[in-house]
């Protein structure tokens, strides 16, 4: 853990207790990394799993007692400044970032029928420009000489179809394609670009019905937790992962679809 002390890792998208950003802040805490992590609430008190207010404050003091520096700020991701932003916070209260994990998303079930250019370009800003934008910060920061790791939030989009998920699909697909071209230009900078999608998690949004008819399609028994994604994504993160970069990698459990 000692050689880890001083690294520090930005992961967005992490208001809830129960969700896989905070799982991956959790994990990555318990490894011996500072962690940065942003929140934006408006958009989970519109989601039907919603949020208590204090969760985030919950989160940072958890990390805390596990022995690192925590801090976080509320942010919208979708102002094209808020890169830019976030970066100057988390240099001045923790220093240079090593670590960059792009949690956060914006998902509503939209189809062809209902999908119009408004709610198209809330999927754009937050999954494609905000990616997007951060790591190129991220990259244009970076002040060590390797060691840097951008891993990505996907969803299994070239695996099958995601019908009623289409600006959710269409983005989200579009980080697959990011991560190929930016794992290239970043690797002579010492940075390594992945891809993770974790398949169905149950991070409190899976109905009783929903859990049903999924679990039969996982070969282990089980639905998906936001543990598992956050355990590929320490090792992702880790000096042992130094030579695995460009990569879209499936940790869902042998999920069927």
């Given amino acids: 853990m000692n050689h880890l002390k001083e690294k520090i890792a930005i992961i967005t998208g992490a208001s809830r207790v129960k969700g896989i950003g905070a799982a ?11 962690i940065f992590f942003t929140y934006w609430t408006d958009y989970d008190k519109e989601m039907p799993w919603s949020i208590e207010l204090d969760e985030p404050m919950k989160l940072k003091e958890e990390l805390i007692r596990k022995g690192v520096k925590a801090s976080c700020m509320e942010l919208d991701l979708s102002n094209p400044d808020a890169p830019q932003q976030l970066l100057n916070e988390v240099i001045e209260q923790l220093g240079y970032p090593d670590i960059l994990i792009n949690n956060a998303a914006f998902s509503t079930n939209t189809d062809y029928s209902n999908l119009d250019a ?8 937050i999954n494609v420009r905000a990616t997007t934008l ?27 179809p995601m ?3 289409l600006a959710y699909a269409t983005t989200k697909g579009a980080v697959d394609a990011l991560t190929i ?11 390594t670009v992945n891809a993770v999608n974790p398949g169905p998690t ?3 949004w899976m109905t009783e019905t929903i859990k049903s008819d999924l679990k039969p399609l996982f070969p282990f028994g089980r639905i998906g937790e936001p543990r598992d994604v956050a355990k590929t994504i320490k090792f992702l993160v880790s000096n042992e992962a130094d030579w695995i970069t460009g990569q879209i ?9």
């Fill in 202 to 204: 149950d991070t409190g």
């Fill in 163 to 165: 019908p009623g998920e």
């Fill in 249 to 257: 990698i499936h940790s869902e459990g042998g999920f069927r679809r």
């Fill in 24 to 34: 991956i802040c959790r994990e990555l805490a318990k490894t011996g990394y500072h």
């Fill in 118 to 125: 408004e709610e198209l370009d809330k999927h754009y800003m």
């Fill in 181 to 191: 071209t930016l794992s290239a230009e970043l690797a002579p900078l010492g940075i």
């Fill in 134 to 160: 951060l790591s190129i910060q991220f990259a244009r920061k970076f002040d060590k000489k390797s060691g840097g790791r951008i891993v990505n939030l996907t969803s299994g989009q070239f695996q099958g």
